[in-house]
């Protein structure tokens, strides 16, 4: 684990309300409201280490059909409806998630604490959406949510 991230962790905690955050070895969970979000360090960006955001959002029992499928993955474009954010599916286990790459700009817990507390505000809207769309079947109309359903 790079300092960089244990530090920049540990003040984000602190800036969220932890008194004594407990950052492992790589990585940093930490539960807001109803969201555990994990937080790892990532080299994925090219600009230097990031910090990657995720977060289960919901789970979906038996085969999710392929109609609520199609608009979970529809609204990764242009990020407009997942506020930066992007949604996944576990296949095996039918868990949706987010995630999110924290720039190497966030270079303090101030800055981070601002992007986990966004972070949480989008997973605690996807948590209300999938558990709507869990209800769901197969045999019944999907509407997909409006352009301001889907805005956080």
């Known amino acids: 684990m790079s300092s960089r991230f244990k530090i920049i962790a540990e003040e984000c905690g602190r800036q969220i309300g932890f008194d004594e955050p407990n950052v492992a070895d790589d990585y940093y969970g930490l539960m807001i409201d109803s969201v555990l979000v994990i937080m790892q360090p990532t080299d994925l960006d090219p600009e230097g280490d990031g910090i990657l955001l ?19 993955l529809g609204v990764n474009i242009g990020f407009e409806f997942t506020q930066g954010t992007t949604l996944g599916l576990s296949p095996k286990q039918n868990k949706l998630f987010i995630s999110k790459i924290c720039s190497p700009a966030i270079d303090n817990g101030e800055k981070l604490a601002e992007q986990v507390n966004a972070f949480v505000d989008t997973a605690e809207y996807w948590q209300k959406v999938v558990d709507e769309l869990a209800a769901y079947k197969a045999s019944d109309d999907l509407i997909p949510p409006s352009i301001n359903m889907l805005q956080v």
């Open 54 to 72: 995720c977060a289960e959002v919901g789970e979906f029992t038996g085969l999710v059909p392929e109609k609520i499928l199609t608009l979970l």
